[in-house]
């Protein structure tokens, strides 16, 4: 953005008699005229390009806002563009809470009126900058402009999988964390000593900062999931993942409540078929976690209901993407979601598996462990044609030359 430098600010008092016609008259305002105290900030950098602002009156009074207008011109004329939207809670305060027109307010009355047609005018100035109407320039800053730049936290299950050894588990581990990987997913569930040791080892290698979940796939009874977990609590698991049976929600709500002490949460959702059973685990505090998956559900519309309804439990949607292709579409989702919906990042992530994104047209791109905005139009479904040939089931050739190596 260039500097824009405001270098003059002009407030006029306009007035409409509507009080002839008494239009606007209502109990208390029986004599209105609709006025504006009208603010233009001019800059140096183009002189068609001017801010307008405008705040409010009924008539007389509008010169007294006029005065706050001109009171307050100073610590705004002089001032950039750029330096004033970099720091805007800063510049909003400067106008607000100034050491000495605060007495004749603060933030009400008069000066406030003064304080809202500059900063109307200063928005105004802004939008103008950019090329937008204002609507779009308050769509599209922050969250979408934070995403664009740094993208949605991930976290990665790729480095322990069930059947992985504790030597591949030590080098991928230590591998994503010099990557810049902070958020691990170890399977457990088969067997309580290896979990013990596989736990161990991981948290030892990702450090107590760091965060370490466990997903058991539904192995477990509700008793045995909280015994199970239990033991494993030293290890400081954010969630313990589909403790149980996929559509047991008061099996969940048990496991829950016994593990909320140790401060484990309840996670599920990739074996959830609906938005029904969604709304009935919500309902019972059964999770704690809402672990959405673009592909179980009916496509985008079920999960927009499912990513409304997790909002209005204010329970976090961390989705499920362990599968092929399912990072690349449920990217698309969790940013929906962080955009329009839920506007956090708190216990908030989207699960990454490094597996078979080279089949995809727009792979995702994960940078620094986060997922970059995909920016390819569409949902990311389209595969690579020679992979689609390659791995048809069961002549492509990756399967015939499977095949011929079993009957060797
Ligand atoms: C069979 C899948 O890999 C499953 O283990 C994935 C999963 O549970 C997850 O990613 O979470
Ligand atoms: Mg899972």
Redesign the pocket.
Known sequence: MQENKIIKLTVRDVRFPTSLEQHGSDAMHTDPDYSVAYVVLETDSDAALKGYGLTFTVGRGTEIVVCAVKALSTLVVGKTLKEIVSDFRGFYRLLSSDGQMRWVGPEKGVIQLATAAILNAVWDLWARVEGKPLWKLLVDMHLKQTMLKEGYPAYT?SCAWLGYTDQQLTQLCSEALAQGWTKF?V?VGADLQDDIRRCSLIRKLIGPNNTLMI?A?QRWDVNEAITWVTKLAEFHPLWI??PTCPDDVLGHASISKALAPLGIGVATG?QCHNRVMFKQFLQAAALQFVQIDSCRVGSVNENLAIILMAAKFNVPVCP????VGLCELVQHLILFDYISVSASLNNRMC?Y?DHLHEHFKSPTIIRNAHYIPPKDPGYSCEMLEESVQKHQYPDGEVWRAIEQQGKQ
Do not use: F, M, P, S
């Open positions: 299950t997913k399977k997903d796939n993942e589909e990739e499920h993407a362990g599968g699960e598996v």
